[in-house]
């Protein structure tokens, strides 16, 4: 099985280099970066499929990473994982686009879940992305409209 590519961004070194080995040795292609500045370059230059971030990081914060990241790279997958973990901490990274959020210290097998499952929604997106644009080339506002209506409960027909 494929697995995805992963930018891990945390501030402490520590972590950051033991969740880069354990992820790595579990055949995810991972790297690892210290700061936000650093992940917005590597985001340049390369594609990831999730990222996972600190909420703490020095410059910019976690927040504002969540913010750039969408900005630039509007369907990657977030996970925010933060030893300063409240539900307002996480409602608020969720309203900046994260897509879980995990406290810390990281339970692996909570997190590898979590990777498991946010990876066969990408890979599902990514499938249903061309669908979307033959359904709606050419086509009216009203039918474009209907459309999103019919794939978005197809959704739902998974559940």
Request: glycine content about 6%; aromatic content about 4%; proline content about 3%.
């Amino acid at each position: 099985m494929i697995k995805p590519k992963l930018l891990l961004i945390d501030d402490d070194k520590n972590t950051l280099d033991g969740l880069v080995k354990i992820l790595t040795r579990d055949g995810f292609s991972v790297s690892g970066v210290l700061s936000g500045y650093d992940a917005l370059n590597l985001l340049s230059r390369e594609n990831f499929d999730i990222i996972l971030t600190d909420m703490k990081l020095p410059g910019m914060g976690g927040l504002s990473l969540i913010h750039e990241i969408r900005k630039r790279k509007e369907m990657i997958a977030i996970v925010v994982i933060t030893a300063y973990s409240s539900e307002k901490t996480a409602v608020e990274a969720k309203k900046y686009g994260a897509d879980c959020f995990l406290g810390k210290p990281v339970n692996i097998e909570e997190l590898k879940i979590v990777l498991e499952k946010l990876w066969e929604r990408q890979k599902l997106v990514v499938q249903k992305r061309p669908l979307q644009e033959e359904l709606t080339s050419g086509l009216s506002p009203q039918t474009m409209t209907e459309n999103r209506t019919i794939i978005s409960h197809g959704d739902n027909d998974s559940n």
